[in-house]
C-alpha cells in the first residue's frame, strides 16, 4: 500500500486500462445473453452498445500488441447487436454466450460466478 498522494501522481498502465475495459465489455456481452434469454432485444441491443463503447475506449489506451483483438471484439460485437435486433432470441443469446465463454478463455479468465457454463 502507498499513501494516497503518492498514488494519484502513478501513470495507469495502457494494457491494464485496455483489459479493465474489455473486461466490462465481457460482461456487458454475458448481460446481453441473458436480456435475450429474457426475449428483449432492447435491452440487449443497449448493452451491446455498452459493451462496443467499452471496447472502443480500450482500442484508443492499448498497446499496439492488443489492437487486432480488441478490433475483432468490436467487430463481432457490432454483429452480435445487430442480430439481437432480428434473429430468435435463443439462438442470439447462446452464440452471445459462446462467445463471452471463448474470449473469457482465450484470455485466462474464468468466471467463478456464472452458472451458466
Not at 62 to 73: C, F, I, K, T
Request: net charge negative.
Amino acid at each position: 500500500m502507498v499513501p494516497g498522494d503518492e498514488a494519484a501522481g502513478r501513470v495507469v498502465d495502457p494494457t491494464v486500462q485496455s483489459e479493465v475495459l474489455f473486461q466490462e465489455a465481457q460482461q456487458a456481452k454475458r448481460r446481453a445473453s441473458e436480456a435475450l434469454e429474457q426475449g428483449d432485444r432492447q435491452a440487449s441491443v443497449g448493452l451491446f452498445a455498452d459493451a462496443e463503447d467499452n471496447i472502443g475506449q480500450a482500442l484508443s489506451v492499448a498497446p499496439s500488441e492488443l489492437l487486432a483483438d480488441l478490433q475483432q471484439e468490436q467487430s463481432d460485437l457490432t454483429g452480435m447487436r445487430q442480430q439481437a435486433t432480428w434473429d430468435d432470441t435463443s439462438r442470439a443469446s447462446k452464440m452471445t454466450r459462446a462467445s463471452y465463454h471463448e474470449r473469457n478463455r482465450k484470455r485466462g479468465r474464468v468466471d467463478p460466478g456464472d452458472c451458466h457454463q
